[in-house]
Nanobody, 125 residues
Framework: VQLQASGGGLAQAGGSLRLSCAAS????????MGWFRQAPGKEREFVAAFKWSDRSTHYANSVKGRFTISRDNAKSTQYLQMDDLKPEDTAIYYC???????????????????WGQGTLVTVSS
């Protein structure tokens, strides 16, 4: 599975951005995809994920209610709509994919063997 992320950029606090992650090389409907981010000087953290086995979505508490995952199966693309952005959302965002549908590991970066390149999101105050 190959992933191509796009959509990062600069936004003001309270603004919105949408990230895209296009997948190739697999059956998209059976690919679970997650978003992780890494801020300067911090460890990579879970942001959001879609689990293909039951089509459930999962969000970190810090983004719940502000970020939304959606998917376009025809384009083999998953999106992360980010609204009400905050300066603390500033980070490099990575999309990742996995073929397993296990719930207990959906927030664990180590359960995703496929990674796209990062895209930088900068939120100014």
């Amino acid at each position: 599975v190959q992933l191509q992320a796009s959509g990062g950029g600069l936004a003001q606090a309270g603004g919105s951005l949408r990230l895209s992650c296009a997948a190739s090389g697999g059956t998209f409907s059976r690919i679970g995809m997650g978003w992780f981010r890494q801020a300067p000087g911090k460890e990579r953290e879970f942001v959001a994920a879609f689990k293909w086995s039951d089509r459930s979505t999962h969000y970190a508490n810090s983004v719940k209610g502000r970020f939304t995952i959606s998917r376009d199966n025809a384009k083999s693309t998953q999106y992360l709509q980010m609204d009400d952005l905050k300066p603390e959302d500033t980070a490099i965002y990575y999309c990742a994919a996995r073929l397993t549908g296990i719930t207990s590991t959906v927030k664990s970066a180590t359960s995703y063997p496929y990674w796209g390149q990062g895209t930088l999101v900068t939120v100014s105050s």
